[in-house]
T-cell receptor
């Protein structure tokens, strides 16, 4: 298995632009998690899905952030409009059953200028 | 809310020495997990210890769990430069894991 796949690996954008991050979980996994990591705040859970349904989005910072999971093999995290404080590394992780071992993707490093 | 908190925040040792990291948590758990994160990479699962286990080994890793003290420790024996990374404990909270802030381990050759 290729593991969790995220794209793009790096994204540089200007303030006000829309950003879309993509994730392909491991086949057969029924939970998908989106995290954000910064030096100041550490690793934060933004939202997680079970069987493609959002279960807990309490970590989503504000309405500028939205996440979807249209099918079991694809999820997106969208930021619109982006702001410099959104600069961070965004990770996607998946697992089979919860709260089991999570498999993390390589992350997307987002820089908003 | 923070469930697991690691101690120390940073640890610097020489190659060949042992490294011990501690994790404290607040509520009852049925398992506790440890993860490693190399610089610029995603987290990698190291080991899971269940609440009815007191100690678990995996290669050079030894994890202990004391549910009465709500604490766990991760011991890396005979450390190598390649062990340089951040180490996180994680505890279940509903369907999700709650990660601590991590211990940054530096192993000097």
């Amino acid at each position: 298995d290729a593991g969790v796949i995220q794209s793009p690996r790096h994204e540089v954008t200007e303030m006000g632009q829309e950003v879309t991050l993509r994730c392909k979980p491991i086949s057969g996994h029924d939970y998908l998690f989106w995290y954000r990591q910064t030096m100041m705040r550490g690793l934060e859970l933004l939202i997680y899905f079970n069987n493609n349904v959002p279960i807990d989005d309490s970590g989503m910072p504000e309405d500028r952030f939205s996440a979807k999971m249209p099918n079991a093999s694809f999820s997106t995290l969208k930021i619109q409009p982006s702001e410099p404080r959104d600069s961070a590394v965004y990770f996607c992780a998946s697992t089979k059953g919860a709260p089991g071992e999570q498999y993390f993707g390589p992350g997307t490093r987002l820089t908003v200028t | 809310s923070q469930q697991g908190e690691e101690d120390p925040q940073a640890l610097s040792i020489q190659e060949g020495e042992n490294a011990t990291m501690n994790c404290s948590y607040k509520t009852s758990i049925n398992n506790l997990q440890w993860y490693r994160q190399n610089s610029g990479r995603g987290l990698v699962h190291l080991i899971l210890i269940r609440s009815n286990e007191r100690e678990k080994h995996s290669g050079r890793l030894r994890v202990t769990l004391d549910t009465s003290k709500k604490s766990s420790s991760l011991l890396i024996t005979a450390s190598r430069a390649a062990d340089t990374a951040s180490y996180f404990c994680a505890t279940p909270g509903g369907g999700k894991l709650i990660f601590g802030q991590g211990t940054e381990l530096s192993v000097k050759p």
